[in-house]
């Protein structure tokens, strides 16, 4: 699903990736951008809080951690968020990570305290 939704965002003209060499997947985002995805997910489902007054913290930190990863690749010159993009990425991450956690909590059956 990040594919997805890296490759529509680039597509739609809120993200650029660049100076990728070998690794471009057809110019539009970097071979290694879905590993690095997977393993984010894979920490923060692994760490997921069961209780409800860490879970929120917890999720908006992990949004702004990777908002703040966006804005580091954009410091080495390979990627960048354009126009009012930069701005809603936040906001944008808070509820993807909140999805996954709802569908996370959903399909695994756990109760949130």
Not at 2 to 30: E, N, W
Not at 31 to 50: E, G, K, Q, S
Not at 74 to 97: A, D, H, K, S
Request: charged share 10%.
């Amino acid at each position: 699903m990040d594919i997805i939704m890296v490759l529509l965002m680039s597509l739609l003209g809120l993200i650029k990736y660049s100076q990728m060499g070998p690794f471009s997947i057809y110019g539009f985002f970097s071979f290694w951008t879905p590993i690095a995805w997977m393993f984010a997910f894979m920490l923060f489902f692994y760490f997921l809080p069961r209780r409800r007054l860490s879970l929120y913290p917890y999720v908006v930190g992990f949004a702004l951690f990777g908002y703040m990863l966006g804005l580091v690749l954009e410091g080495f010159g390979v990627f960048q968020y354009i126009g009012f993009w930069r701005y809603v990425v936040p906001f944008f991450n808070t509820l993807w990570f909140s999805g996954a956690a709802w569908v996370f909590f959903r399909l695994e059956g756990v109760k949130v305290k």
